[in-house]
């Protein structure tokens, strides 16, 4: 795709996608909004707006695009916007208020959770204990930042920074992703209880037993405790 070849931060963007079929999906869905409205430079592409995403969005359902491939590439849109938003290289995310099409449920459609179901479940673990601290700083940045189970598992202490804003490194790599103040006080109340927020190279969510940290310093939360926490 030339114009994301020639724009270090699409570039990043693009590269940062863990998976193989993430990232060739997300290529061609780009492309494909390139290319459809027109767009002819990285600069119209960072200064596009909502109503020129609306467009796009009703040419697809014109030319009988299933639902579920709108809203996939308006996923992928979104999340090179919302990157471009992060690293100020672009001032507004014109996806995020865009309403997408509902698709079959009986297909097996991953459950989306309502703003209210979503507040339950951050504030369900008990802020008193270290694991419920723990569990609301993982199910926030969960909820959030849409990170994977082994992704928020591998998480080390120096991967939560706040370098001109509030940000977690993905996958050990030098892509940063954004999270809100919410989830960065979360995540900080549970440091500064469980009492490893120095150790920077250590795990940042750890197993809890009794209420307190296991004795290994070094061992991750398995992925599989995460699922645990949110059922």
Known sequence: ????????????????????????AYKQDVRHFV??????????????????????????KDHGVKPRTVRRRLSALSSL?????????ASVNPVRDITRPGVNRRQRTPRVFSAKEARKILDAPDAA??????????????????????EIASLRVRDYHTNAGYFIRKGGEDLSLAINPQT?????????????EDDMDGPLFRP??????????RRHLNPQAIDRILR
């Open 35 to 60: 290319r459809a409205m027109g767009v002819r430079s990285a600069d119209e592409l960072r200064r596009v707006n909502r109503a020129v995403v609306i467009a796009w969005q009703n040419r697809m």
């Open 184 to 196: 960065a006080q979360r995540i900080e109340d549970y440091l500064a209880t469980a009492g490893h």
């Open 81 to 89: 916007f919302a990157h471009l938003v992060a690293h100020r290289a």
């Open 208 to 217: 809890v037993r009794k209420n307190q940290l296991t004795s290994d310093p």
């Open 1 to 24: 795709m030339q114009i994301l070849q020639s724009v270090p931060e699409e570039e990043i963007w693009l590269a940062g996608q863990l998976s193989p079929h993430t990232r060739r």
């Open 129 to 150: 204990s270290v694991q419920g601290l723990r569990d609301r700083a993982i199910l926030s940045l969960g909820l959030q930042a849409g990170a994977r189970r082994s």
